[in-house]
């Protein structure tokens, strides 16, 4: 009896001890790696902020570059002006315009452009020094900058532009032309019937064909080069997109009936582009305004 209670009292006291010794063991192993971890790590992020610190002073945030000046001559009234004019802030150039009321003829003018037509820009980049035509500063000017955003370089898409562009100035503007010029006050171009000593019925009658005609292209815009986007360029304006919009902007002194893709879409380009549009389309429309004014004076 003595013997079997010796051995049932000494087993409970050294087993109880033996699971205490391990969990302890265990937890100070653990402490022991924790430490060498963090001790291991501190250099290790010292010299991480260290290299990132000297690669901010090494390397500053960049600002972005400021597009050059550009020297514009335009005339406010017009809508070939307003292309670029609209173009050169849609872009973000610094530009100076000059207004060229008048001045189109003069002997400074004529000797830098005999054309005497504006839009015209002045750049030392260029063999002549200035250069006029509205899709062709914008054309120039999206190559030499890189615009893709309005001139894409994709051959593809950028074939699309110029045809949407050379189809409104071969097409599309003659009619409009014809149709709103003689409300504007503008000259005819010599041999058409507005420019003739006609009988005003038959100028007239020129006018109406033309302004007939202006639907046909018109819907070539919607149906094939828009095709179901919002913009010829896709979900942002081309310069094509600038050259339709200020196109149509000439229309209203007529009060010609755009259907209504055509008002949409304008509201769209003006909304997208914001003042960059706006305030050009603003002179256009203030002289469309005082013309309709004095004609029923």
Not at 138 to 162: S, T, V
Not at 268 to 282: D, H, N, R, V
Request: proline share 8%; charged share 25%.
């Amino acid at each position: 009896m003595a013997k079997a209670a010796t051995k049932s009292a000494s087993k409970p006291a050294t087993k109880p001890a033996t699971k205490t010794a391990k969990p302890a063991a265990k937890a100070a192993a653990k402490s022991a790696t924790k430490a060498k971890a963090k001790a291991a790590a501190k250099p290790a992020a010292r010299a991480t902020a260290k290299a990132g610190q000297a690669t901010a002073r090494a390397a500053p945030e960049a600002k972005p570059a400021k597009k050059p000046g550009l020297k514009l001559s335009m005339l406010k009234p017009s809508v070939n002006n307003m292309t670029v004019r609209v173009f050169a802030r849609a872009a973000g150039f610094d530009h100076a315009e000059t207004d060229a009321w008048g001045l189109t003829r003069s002997p400074e003018f004529l000797a830098r452009n005999p054309a005497h037509l504006t839009p015209m820009i002045e750049d030392k980049g260029l063999p002549r020094g200035v250069l006029w035509e509205s899709c062709a500063i914008m054309q120039y000017l999206a190559n030499k900058h890189g615009l893709e955003k309005f001139y894409p370089k994709a051959p593809a898409k950028r074939a699309m532009i110029d045809s949407a562009m050379f189809y409104l100035v071969g097409t599309l503007y003659p009619y409009v032309a014809r149709a709103t010029y003689p409300a504007l006050g503008f000259p005819q171009y010599a041999g058409e019937v507005g420019h003739s000593d006609a009988h005003p019925d038959r100028k007239s009658e020129a006018q109406k064909a033309a302004a007939s005609a202006i639907a046909e292209p018109l819907e070539v815009f919607h149906s094939f080069f828009r095709n179901g986007k919002p913009f010829i360029g896709g979900s942002n304006p081309s310069i094509a997109d600038i050259r339709l919009a200020a196109t149509l902007e000439f229309l209203a002194v007529i009060d010609y009936a755009l259907p209504q893709w055509a008002k949409d879409y304008m509201a769209a380009m003006e909304k997208k582009l914001g003042k960059a549009y706006a305030e050009p389309a603003g002179d256009v429309r203030g002289y469309i305004a005082y013309v309709r004014s004095q004609a029923k004076a």
